[in-house]
C-alpha cells in the first residue's frame, strides 16, 4: 500500500504534467489561428471548451495536492478534467468523420472572419476574397490527422492520464 504522502506526490505530478499538457495543446491551437493563420471552424473552437475548462481544474488540482487537502479533492478534479478529455475526444471524432465524409457535418459552421476589413469600400471586395473554414474540410493534415484528429489523439492520452491518477493510490 502507498503511503499519504507518495500518493500526494504522485497527484501533485500528475495534475500538473496534465495542467501544462492542455495549456500546450490549447496553445498550440490558438498560435496555428494567431500565428499560422489558420482560421477555426465552429466545431474547432467548440473543441477547445474541455481545455479552457480542464486548465483550472487542474490548478485547482495542483493546489490541493500541493496543500496536502485530502486525497479525494485532488482526485475528483482529476476525474473531472478525465471527464472533460473524453467529451473533447468525442466531439473531435464528430469532427474528423464529418471531416472524412462518415456523417454528415454541422448545417452552419460560421465564425467571424478574420482579417475582413473595416473599411467600407474594401468591404464589398473582401467579401468575394474572403471565405470562412468549413468544418467539413480539413484545413490541414500531418500525417494524415486534421487538426480534430490530432485532438483526438491527445484528449484520449490526457483523459487516460487523468482517470488514471483519479484511481486511487
Known sequence: MIDASTASRHHLVIAVLLTLGMAVTVGGALGFEHIGGYIPCALCLLQRDPYYYGIPL????VITSALKLPAWTTRTLLLAIGILMLVGAGMGVYHSGAEWGFWEGPSTCATT??????????????????????????????????????????????AAIALRGAAKA
Open 58 to 61: 487542474g490548478i485547482l488540482a
Open 113 to 158: 472572419a478574420q482579417g475582413v476589413s473595416s473599411n467600407v469600400g474594401d468591404l464589398l471586395g473582401d467579401l468575394d476574397s474572403k471565405h470562412g473554414p468549413s468544418c467539413t474540410e480539413a484545413a490541414l493534415r500531418v500525417l494524415g490527422l486534421s487538426f480534430a484528429g490530432w485532438n483526438v489523439i491527445a484528449s484520449l492520452i490526457f
